[in-house]
């Protein structure tokens, strides 16, 4: 070929050792402490001693009501009915409700329990069982006040679709130790999938081989994980071989790094035939741990879902995520957080009393959270909901690392804004990595020329006050 005559893709594919090599090259260069650069899942060290070395995140999505779960605010029941502050709306930014929307009171009683005191809603009796072993903030706060963008925030540190989520920068940064297992797998129940969509487990400018993997807990976990009629293991396995010496060699000339997600997806699946179905069949579990988690073999819920998030913990998977999309109480508040409450607060607590009775609990960190909280005000003519709400929202942690029966921060006399100990979701995240012995700022890729990251350029810090 005419040297003058070269192609633009020519330039791109060949020239030294291809810019797709090189950008692998560099992708795996940022992963310092990788033992195994040709195997994108290898176990690797942390920036220091980790305090935990799982994550399973029960994410509320829809946004549950702090007001009346965890945030006791007896003044907001005395002010029922009327109009609130004027210099409380004073720049505030609704989703729905207007100006002129009266306070509402809480629905339901609080108490203290555990040694530590901790108030929790009458609806919430297992969690209020477990209460000594849960660090609960109460000053979480938050940029966006509609549902996609705010889980989506939760999630990946952005508002903005196409960044790596929490358990993607997770999985890159310490890999996994499950070889039969994804090492980032998601479940969801509930009415809906979540608003934010697949966004919140993607993978972002990261390779896929990071993304999260959605199971179902009926039928084969994942769709086609079957064989079809006809096609027996050995079959399969010649078929897998031939593609994978195919895709090596591309991988070879271009070092595109997701020929390596590619390879590594088919291997799993072929793996998890057989891993798979033992996981999702909880038969094998006593009727005791059952019981325990209210969940029944036959039937999906969220209670099954967290026993699986158990269950895959115990097998090496490294980052689980539960979504239930149940919490957005426009109207219905009290019926649908009964419902709500009924559907996930035994399963809640079990799993942290099952992971320690296991003795694993000082190796995971337990997340209980929805996106955003609900607003004093009331929403609709019924009297009956609460509008989005950024400024003050409560989530829970529980497990290795975390300072257990103490509860951080305070919102206002309304639960409106939050007045002590202001933790910001880049806050959270940063505390996150440090829990998996990570330093937030040092955790990075460069994309697009920036070293990105999951705290992103803003001011976070660790809240090293929940710490043990």
């Known amino acids: 070929m005419n040297p003058l005559n070269r192609s633009r893709r020519w330039f791109l594919r060949d020239c030294g050792v291809g810019l797709g090599a090189i950008a ?199 769709l086609y994980l079957s064989n079809p009629p006809g096609v027996d293991s050995r079959a399969q396995r010649d078929a897998l071989d031939a593609i994978t010496q195919l895709n090596e060699q591309r991988l070879s000339v271009t070092g595109d790094p997701e020929i390596a997600t590619r390879i590594n997806s088919f291997e799993m699946a072929y793996r998890m035939q057989s891993s798979a179905p033992e996981l999702m069949d909880i038969r094998s579990e006593t009727r005791q741990t059952l019981d325990l988690y209210g969940a029944d073999p036959d039937k999906p819920s969220f209670a099954k879902n967290c026993l699986l998030a158990r269950r895959l913990v115990e097998r090496g998977v490294r980052f689980v995520q539960l979504f239930h999309e149940a919490w957005d109480q426009h109207g219905n508040l009290v019926g649908g957080l009964k419902t709500n409450c009924r559907d996930t607060d035994q399963a809640c607590a079990a799993l942290v009393q099952d992971l320690k009775r296991r003795g694993m609990l000082d190796e995971t960190l337990v997340i209980w959270g929805g996106e955003f909280g609900r607003t004093p005000m009331v929403q609709g003519g019924g009297n009956d909901g609460r509008d989005h709400h950024p400024n003050a929202f409560t989530m829970w942690m529980a497990g290795g690392g975390m300072r257990p029966g103490t509860t951080l921060g305070e919102s206002d006399d309304f639960g409106f804004n939050v007045t002590r100990d202001r933790v910001h979701v880049r806050d959270l995240h940063a505390t996150i990595l440090n829990l998996l012995g990570f330093d937030h700022t040092r955790l990075s890729v460069k994309f697009q020329g920036l070293d990105q990251r999951l705290t992103g350029v803003e001011p976070a810090r660790v809240v090293r006050e929940i710490l043990a």
Request: hydrophobic share 40%; charged share 15%.
């Open 24 to 222: 692998a090259a560099q992708l795996m260069a940022d992963q310092s402490t990788a033992t195994s650069p040709g195997d994108p899942l290898a176990v690797r060290a942390p920036h220091f001693p980790a305090k935990v070395k799982n994550v399973i995140f029960l994410f509320m999505a829809g946004a549950p009501s702090h007001l009346e779960l965890f945030d006791h605010k007896p003044q907001l029941a005395k002010f029922d009915g009327t109009l609130p502050p004027a210099e409380l709306l004073d720049g505030y930014r609704a989703a729905f409700i207007d100006p002129n929307s009266k306070l509402l009171g809480p629905k339901f009683k609080f108490a203290r329990h555990g040694q530590c005191g901790a108030e929790i809603s009458e609806i919430l009796p297992h969690t209020a069982k477990v209460a000594d072993d849960l660090t609960i903030v109460k000053s979480m706060t938050t940029d966006a006040f509609n549902h996609a963008p705010a889980q989506i925030m939760m999630n990946t540190g952005s508002q903005l679709f196409g960044k790596p989520s929490l358990g993607s920068w997770t999985l890159y940064g310490l890999g996994s130790e499950s070889k039969d297992l994804p090492g980032f797998v998601v479940f969801s129940s509930g009415s809906k999938g979540p608003s934010g969509g697949n966004s919140n487990w993607g993978s972002g400018f990261l390779p896929t081989v990071y993304s999260g993997v959605q199971l179902r807990s009926v039928g084969d976990p994942v």
